[in-house]
C-alpha cells in the first residue's frame, strides 16, 4: 500500500490543523498510525487507530489535544490537531502495519510510511 500524508502547515500556538493520510487501495487490515520526527530527534509515536473495532491510542503528549479518525470509504486517516503548541512542531509521518500490534508505538512495527508532511507551530 502506498500512503499519501498532506495538511501541515504554518499555523499559532493553540491553533488547529488536520492531517490526511490517503491510502492507494481500500484495506481495513491495516492499522494506521502517526508518528512524528522534530530536528534532531528520533521518530516518535503521536496515535494510532487499530484495524480491529477502531481503537484508539495517543502519546500522552497529545492526549486530550489530537484526535485519530478515519473514514473508511476514502481510504484515508486523519489526525486532527488542536490546541497545537510549538513542542508539536516536527514532520509527521503516517504508517500503516499488516502484523501484530501489541507494540503500537515502536516505529520499527510499520513497514508502509507515507513521505511526511512539516507542521510548524509558532509561539
Known amino acids: 500500500v502506498q500512503l499519501q500524508a498532506s495538511g501541515g502547515g504554518l499555523v499559532q500556538a493553540g491553533g488547529s490543523l488536520r492531517l490526511s493520510c490517503a491510502a492507494s487501495?481500500?484495506?481495513?487490515?491495516?492499522?494506521m498510525a502517526w508518528f512524528r520526527q522534530a530536528p534532531g530527534k528520533e521518530r516518535e509515536f503521536v496515535a494510532t487507530?487499530?484495524?480491529?473495532?477502531?481503537?484508539?491510542y495517543y502519546a500522552d503528549s497529545v492526549k486530550g489535544r489530537f484526535t485519530v479518525s478515519k473514514d473508511a470509504a476514502k481510504n484515508t486517516v486523519y489526525l486532527q490537531m488542536n490546541n497545537l503548541k510549538p513542542e508539536d512542531t516536527a514532520v509527521y509521518y503516517c504508517?500503516?502495519?499488516?502484523?501484530?500490534?501489541?507494540?503500537?508505538?515502536?516505529?520499527?512495527?510499520?513497514?508502509?510510511w507515507g513521505q511526511g508532511t512539516q507542521v510548524t507551530v509558532s509561539s
Open positions: 487501495r481500500r484495506d481495513n487490515s491495516a492499522s
Open positions: 504508517a500503516a502495519t499488516y502484523g501484530p500490534t501489541s507494540t503500537y508505538w515502536d516505529v520499527n512495527m510499520y513497514r508502509y
Open positions: 487507530i487499530r484495524r480491529s473495532g477502531g481503537y484508539t
